[in-house]
């Protein structure tokens, strides 16, 4: 029998490293909220939320800059954010694109960036072994970003394939649609995604004023999980981050209204099921009635399959596979977004039912029964959201964005218990209106057109 030897720099050993380090990442459990130790680690004006995890040699990162999303992108260059995440791993420094995705692969580290509306992120995870150069590729693609032109025209083509491919997707057209009914001409309106007309006005020089102006440490929010001490990331975040200028510029942005309010837009495609979306005002996440509104949530439209959207529209009347709400709190507006699919014949009947149970919850509030059971849903599934290194890293820095409080963890459950019957139902009847839903519907709905 032949023996099989793994070589240095062999594909069968990058692949090895690649799948153990997906294993470490799934296997990593952490411990109940209550018993998660988060410390504070300073170093050079940057602050990382820390939790030791010594189980297995993994290190996972969260990074986050507030007010760096695409909802400050030029008004002509929409997705410009989108677009420098995706640049940013594609060589950096030294190394040109091939040699740094190489690196990467033959290290097994993840290293990735995004962007939403608010604000501009990326996720690090590493085998422990790999930490110094896994921390010294995240400071270059922050700090020394190439930006050539063969990864600059690839990605650009990518991403205009992927809106051609999200216009023939009617969920993607029907979100897409909502937000430009919503936020009319306000940056909130524009797709992160940016447009077919605004993605080739995006210059080199615009990637590189985004990283110089957006991307500085006054704005920097970290989340680590992992097999590192916080003598060690005291290090790692000197020398990752120490290069970031001090201070972002400014880029201030008042609220922003929502628009279309109990408007019907159809948007003609021929499908045989219209993709629904739907949406009416929220609650911000600072509104002390949040609480209220994440169980008033879960009982209207919420996970699991209990909701009553999901009884009386899809159980009792077979009318979608699914339909689901949440609450979209932004820093500069705040939304209850809801969606659902349906044959084109049964459109009508659909926005009918929702309409009426968002009506009767209105009028007459939810039972005992429900808050009960909403309550058990929110807590018991609440150590999910960190149940993995990733996702607790994940966590930490969204704890921060939200100004919730390092004890967030161990108070979040009691502030779901705490809230009653009384602040659900008063809260629905302040806070829910019928005729105050927008709808997009994407498809070929009979009996409905446009309205207003």
């Given at each position: 029998m032949r023996s099989f030897v793994l070589r240095p720099g062999s594909v069968a050993l990058q692949l090895l490293g690649a799948v153990l380090l997906c294993v470490f990442c799934a296997m990593v459990v952490v411990p109940a909220a209550a018993a998660v130790q988060i410390q504070k680690v300073t170093a050079g004006g940057v602050e990382a939320w820390l939790v030791e995890d010594h189980a297995n040699p993994i290190i996972s990162v969260r990074i986050a800059f507030r007010?760096?999303?695409?909802?400050?992108?030029?008004?002509?260059?929409?997705?410009?954010?989108?677009?420098?995440?995706?640049?940013?791993?594609?060589?950096?420094?030294?190394?040109?694109?091939?040699?740094?995705?190489?690196?990467l692969e033959d290290l097994a580290i993840r290293l990735s960036f995004d962007a939403d509306r608010d604000n501009f992120g990326g996720t690090l995870t590493t085998l422990t072994a790999n930490r110094e150069v896994a921390f010294q590729l995240l400071r270059l693609a922050l700090t020394q970003p190439r930006f050539d032109a063969e990864p600059m025209a690839r990605i650009r083509s990518q991403l205009e394939a992927q809106?051609?491919?999200?216009?023939?997707?009617?969920?993607?057209?029907?979100?897409?649609?909502?937000?430009?009914?919503?936020?009319?001409?306000t940056p909130y309106g524009r797709p992160v995604m940016g447009t077919a007309e605004s993605l080739p006005r995006i210059s080199r020089n615009d990637l590189l004023r985004f990283v110089?102006?957006?991307?500085?440490?006054?704005?920097?929010?970290?989340?680590?999980?992992?097999?590192?001490?916080?003598?060690?990331?005291?290090?790692?975040?000197?020398?990752?981050?120490?290069?970031?200028?001090?201070?972002?510029?400014?880029?201030?942005?008042?609220?922003?209204?929502?628009?279309?309010?109990?408007?019907?837009?159809?948007?003609?495609?021929d499908v045989?099921?219209?993709?629904?979306?739907?949406?009416?005002?929220?609650?911000?996440?600072?509104?002390p009635r949040f609480y209220a509104l994440t169980v008033l949530?879960?009982?209207?439209?919420?996970?699991?399959?209990?909701?009553?959207?999901?009884?009386?529209?899809?159980?009792?009347?077979?009318?979608v596979y699914g339909v689901y709400t949440s609450p979209v709190p932004l820093d500069h507006a705040a939304l209850i977004l809801g969606g659902a699919g349906t044959a084109n014949e049964r459109v009508e009947e659909t926005l009918s039912v929702i309409r009426q149970v968002w009506r009767d919850f209105a009028e007459h509030g939810a039972s005992?029964?429900?808050?009960?059971?909403?309550?058990?849903f929110l807590t018991g599934s609440f150590p999910?959201?960190?149940?993995?290194?990733?996702?607790?890293?994940?966590?930490?820095?969204?704890?921060?964005?939200?100004?919730?409080?390092?004890?967030?963890?161990?108070?979040?459950?009691?502030?779901?218990?705490?809230?009653?019957?009384?602040?659900?139902?008063?809260?629905?009847?302040?806070?829910?209106?019928?005729?105050?839903?927008?709808?997009?519907i994407v498809g070929r709905p009979q009996g409905l057109t446009t309205s207003r």
């Open positions: 007010n760096a999303g695409s909802a400050i992108d030029p008004p002509d260059k929409a997705g410009l954010s989108r677009m420098v995440a995706a640049l940013l791993d594609e060589g950096a420094g030294d190394l040109d694109s091939q040699a740094f995705q190489a690196k809106l051609r491919r999200e216009a023939e997707d009617p969920e993607a057209r029907a979100s897409r649609q909502l937000w430009a009914t919503l936020f009319p001409d110089r102006e957006r991307l500085a440490r006054d704005t920097l929010v970290l989340g680590v999980v992992g097999d590192v001490t916080p003598a060690e990331l005291t290090t790692l975040l000197q020398q990752s981050f120490g290069g970031l200028p001090e201070k972002a510029v400014s880029a201030t942005l008042g609220d922003m209204s929502l628009a279309g309010s109990g408007r019907t837009v159809v948007v003609d495609m045989p099921q219209s993709a629904v979306a739907f949406a009416q005002r929220g609650l911000k996440r600072d509104d949530n879960q009982i209207l439209g919420g996970s699991g399959l209990s909701s009553r959207l999901f009884d009386e529209v899809r159980e009792k009347r077979g009318l005992a029964k429900e808050l009960a059971d909403a309550k058990t999910l959201r960190f149940a993995g290194s990733s996702r607790l890293a994940g966590l930490l820095t969204s704890i921060q964005l939200e100004n919730l409080g390092i004890d967030y963890l161990d108070r979040r459950n009691q502030l779901i218990e705490s809230v009653s019957l009384d602040d659900v139902n008063g809260l629905a009847n302040q806070l829910l209106s019928a005729d105050a839903l927008t709808f997009v």
